[in-house]
């Protein structure tokens, strides 16, 4: 089998599987309860909060979620509630997540005032269209640090300090979110300077239906989900301590190990690019063509995604094919394949419907290597020959 689908999900570290059975077997206390398996569930969550916290900026505090969709519904409504005596409007990209983009849409319905900033041919949002739709009324931006699609680095960095600042020149307060879902146990986010990050477990080979939200020290929003306090209150409901334990323990793998294993992904990224490029003929990149690492190279593609157009050859003709001989990609999104209509990312883009068709999200993880790219180069080129002669959009 050779898994290339690691931005829709990714496989569990043993590590992490292995610590998940023992708790469920051993360990399976209500974290609130006053006896000692209850403080040995409490204790494990200590620590799970203590990995998590190593991966972010210090002096905020991590609330536990069931997803990155959450934590982005979480960052919007809480943030917006927050602030909504001072204005009524938020800003965010036309690239962003559904969780991002929907929430919006629904504080919309509410009376919400939402604008949308564009992107350039490679999926790079535009910041000076940020810059004139910032205003007085403007109460919180949210920009995807990397985004699901095209691996495209985001200026998060440039348009925070952008924010920043215009909240300063007007003594206001605006909050910045990051969706960071694509980019945590990728990039560094240690040193930057977001009031929200949203992140999900099972992208960083953690167990799935468990995410986060950080929050930056001295930002106060209300709490999401109300009940019997946990998570300093902020959202209520018994902790699934496996899955935190388990995320926590990812977390610490992932984040350190980020500069090795962010070399091995370039390698194959770029080694697949470049095979792809030169078996097939009529392929085009959909997001920057120069991979980086940091967030400080916004415009590049970070090394975990690859996606690629392929001329006369729909997308889904060749995930089929590829899955025949267990090799497994995407077209898109996963949370977007249950959605007709095409790709809002690549449509942003400027991207023709028939190059929308043709997309194929290839995502890697240190798991996968070169001997498999040469397998994946070889039985793709085969299958875009065959369909092509045939004609799948015929």
Known sequence: MIYLDNSSTTRQYDQ?????ADIARNHFGNPSSLHELGFDGSEIL?????????????????????????SDNMALMSGTRKLRRRGNKIIITAVEHPAVIQT???????????????VDKNGVAD?????????ESTVLVSMMTVNNETGAIQPVKDACAMTRAFAEKHGQKILFHTDAVQAFGKIDLRREDFDLISISGHKFHGPKGIGALYIKKGIDIPPFITGGGQERGLRSGTENVPGIAGMGLAAEMSCGELEENNKK?????E???????????DIRLNGPSVTGTTLDEPGRRCPSVLNISFEGVR?????????????FVSTGSACHSNNAGDSH?????????KEIEGAVRFSFSHFNTIQEMDVVIRKTAEAVERFRRLGSFR
């Open 16 to 20: 992490v599987t292995d610590l998940m």
């Open 345 to 353: 990312v690549l449509t942003a883009m400027g991207r023709s419907h």
């Open 104 to 118: 919006a849409m629904r504080l919309r319905e509410d009376g919400w005032d939402v604008a949308e900033i564009g």
């Open 127 to 135: 910041l000076d269209q940020l810059r004139d739709e910032l205003d």
């Open 46 to 70: 200590r620590k799970a909060a203590s990995q998590l916290g190593s991966c972010f900026p210090t002096g905020g505090k991590v609330v536990i979620t069931s997803c990155g969709t959450e």
């Open 271 to 281: 080694y697949l690019y470049n095979g792809l490029s030169t078996e097939i003929k």
């Open 315 to 327: 997308g889904e003709v060749i995930l089929h094919t590829l899955e025949q001989d267990q090799i």
């Open 265 to 269: 992904l370039s390698e194959l990224n």
